[in-house]
Protein backbone atom coordinates (compact mmCIF):
# COMPACT_ATOMS: atom_id res chain seq x y z
CA UNK A 1 0.00 0.00 0.00
CA UNK A 2 0.91 3.25 -0.94
CA UNK A 3 2.19 5.94 2.28
CA UNK A 4 1.53 9.83 1.53
CA UNK A 5 5.21 9.90 1.76
CA UNK A 6 5.07 8.22 -1.98
CA UNK A 7 2.57 10.54 -3.36
CA UNK A 8 3.71 13.92 -5.16
CA UNK A 9 1.97 15.60 -2.27
CA UNK A 10 2.41 19.28 -2.07
CA UNK A 11 3.91 21.44 1.02
CA UNK A 12 6.42 20.93 4.12
CA UNK A 13 5.56 18.40 6.51
CA UNK A 14 4.82 19.91 9.83
CA UNK A 15 3.63 16.71 11.58
CA UNK A 16 3.10 13.21 11.76
CA UNK A 17 1.82 10.29 13.96
CA UNK A 18 -1.19 12.39 14.46
CA UNK A 19 0.40 15.13 16.26
CA UNK A 20 -2.15 17.88 17.04
CA UNK A 21 -4.98 15.88 15.79
CA UNK A 22 -8.46 16.84 17.78
CA UNK A 23 -10.64 13.89 18.55
CA UNK A 24 -13.10 15.47 16.58
CA UNK A 25 -10.32 15.69 13.61
CA UNK A 26 -9.90 11.62 14.10
CA UNK A 27 -13.60 11.45 13.80
CA UNK A 28 -14.11 13.22 10.94
CA UNK A 29 -11.81 10.56 8.91
CA UNK A 30 -13.24 7.72 9.77
CA UNK A 31 -17.08 9.13 8.81
CA UNK A 32 -15.28 10.56 5.45
CA UNK A 33 -12.93 7.27 5.09
CA UNK A 34 -15.30 6.56 1.90
CA UNK A 35 -16.37 9.65 0.98
CA UNK A 36 -15.90 10.39 -2.81
CA UNK A 37 -17.14 14.35 -3.04
CA UNK A 38 -13.23 15.23 -3.81
CA UNK A 39 -14.38 19.33 -4.28
CA UNK A 40 -17.34 21.43 -2.99
CA UNK A 41 -18.98 21.34 -6.27
CA UNK A 42 -19.30 18.64 -8.80
CA UNK A 43 -19.19 21.01 -12.34
CA UNK A 44 -19.02 18.29 -14.77
CA UNK A 45 -19.27 14.79 -15.34
CA UNK A 46 -19.72 12.35 -18.32
CA UNK A 47 -18.39 8.92 -19.36
CA UNK A 48 -14.72 10.22 -18.98
CA UNK A 49 -14.27 12.38 -16.23
CA UNK A 50 -15.76 14.65 -13.06
CA UNK A 51 -14.67 18.29 -13.16
CA UNK A 52 -14.87 19.63 -9.23
CA UNK A 53 -14.44 23.14 -7.72
CA UNK A 54 -13.07 23.78 -4.19
CA UNK A 55 -13.43 27.05 -3.31
CA UNK A 56 -12.67 27.88 0.35
CA UNK A 57 -12.73 30.97 2.33
CA UNK A 58 -9.63 32.30 4.75
CA UNK A 59 -10.52 30.02 7.59
CA UNK A 60 -13.24 27.25 5.98
CA UNK A 61 -12.26 23.49 5.67
CA UNK A 62 -13.26 20.77 3.21
CA UNK A 63 -13.30 18.19 4.79
CA UNK A 64 -11.66 14.46 4.74
CA UNK A 65 -12.04 12.43 0.99
CA UNK A 66 -11.18 9.57 -0.60
CA UNK A 67 -9.18 9.79 -3.75
CA UNK A 68 -9.18 6.96 -5.58
CA UNK A 69 -9.00 7.47 -9.20
CA UNK A 70 -6.04 8.90 -11.52
CA UNK A 71 -6.57 13.01 -11.33
CA UNK A 72 -4.84 16.54 -11.16
CA UNK A 73 -5.65 19.94 -9.59
CA UNK A 74 -4.74 23.22 -10.50
CA UNK A 75 -4.50 26.01 -8.41
CA UNK A 76 -6.59 28.98 -9.75
CA UNK A 77 -5.22 31.57 -7.58
CA UNK A 78 -2.36 31.66 -5.40
CA UNK A 79 -2.91 30.98 -1.64
CA UNK A 80 -1.53 28.34 1.58
CA UNK A 81 -3.41 25.38 2.99
CA UNK A 82 -3.19 23.15 6.05
CA UNK A 83 -3.70 19.50 5.01
CA UNK A 84 -4.48 16.28 7.44
CA UNK A 85 -3.54 12.92 5.44
CA UNK A 86 -4.82 9.65 6.62
CA UNK A 87 -1.53 8.45 7.69
CA UNK A 88 -1.57 11.04 10.47
CA UNK A 89 0.57 13.49 8.54
CA UNK A 90 -0.01 17.35 8.63
CA UNK A 91 1.40 19.41 5.59
CA UNK A 92 1.98 23.45 5.42
CA UNK A 93 1.17 24.23 1.35
CA UNK A 94 1.80 27.27 -0.40
CA UNK A 95 -0.06 26.95 -4.22
CA UNK A 96 1.21 29.57 -7.22
CA UNK A 97 -1.81 30.07 -9.43
CA UNK A 98 -1.53 27.67 -12.36
CA UNK A 99 0.25 24.94 -10.21
CA UNK A 100 -0.75 21.70 -10.70
CA UNK A 101 0.09 18.39 -9.40
CA UNK A 102 -1.26 14.72 -11.29
CA UNK A 103 -1.41 11.52 -9.01
CA UNK A 104 -2.07 7.70 -10.30
CA UNK A 105 -3.23 4.50 -8.28
CA UNK A 106 -3.01 1.31 -8.67
CA UNK A 107 -5.59 -1.03 -7.77
CA UNK A 108 -6.57 -0.65 -4.13
CA UNK A 109 -4.36 2.63 -3.58
CA UNK A 110 -6.06 6.08 -2.18
CA UNK A 111 -5.41 9.61 -0.35
CA UNK A 112 -7.83 10.80 2.02
CA UNK A 113 -6.76 14.07 3.15
CA UNK A 114 -8.66 17.10 3.80
CA UNK A 115 -7.51 20.72 3.37
CA UNK A 116 -8.31 23.99 4.92
CA UNK A 117 -7.31 27.56 3.48
CA UNK A 118 -4.65 29.10 5.73
CA UNK A 119 -4.41 31.89 3.89
CA UNK A 120 -6.08 35.45 3.59
CA UNK A 121 -8.12 34.81 0.38
CA UNK A 122 -10.35 33.11 -0.96
CA UNK A 123 -8.50 29.41 -2.35
CA UNK A 124 -9.91 27.55 -5.23
CA UNK A 125 -8.66 24.55 -6.91
CA UNK A 126 -10.15 22.48 -10.18
CA UNK A 127 -9.78 19.05 -9.48
CA UNK A 128 -10.37 16.76 -12.43
CA UNK A 129 -10.50 12.58 -12.10
CA UNK A 130 -10.38 10.27 -14.70
CA UNK A 131 -12.85 7.47 -14.63
CA UNK A 132 -10.86 5.39 -16.40
CA UNK A 133 -8.52 4.85 -14.03
CA UNK A 134 -7.34 1.41 -12.14
CA UNK A 135 -10.16 1.86 -8.99
CA UNK A 136 -14.03 2.02 -9.46
CA UNK A 137 -15.21 5.77 -9.17
CA UNK A 138 -16.72 6.18 -5.73
CA UNK A 139 -20.54 6.83 -5.96
CA UNK A 140 -21.22 10.70 -5.37
CA UNK A 141 -25.20 11.77 -4.63
CA UNK A 142 -26.17 15.16 -6.46
CA UNK A 143 -26.96 17.64 -4.18
Given amino acids: MMSSLDLPLAGELIGSDFAGWTDELVDEFRVHAQDGHVGSRLLSEDSRVRVWEIRLAPGERWHAHRHVLDYF ?21 EYEAGETRHFRFARGEFLLHDIENAGEADL ?15 PIESD
Fill in 73 to 93: WTAVVPGRSIQHTHDGTTRAV
Fill in 124 to 138: VFTTVEHLDSENPPL
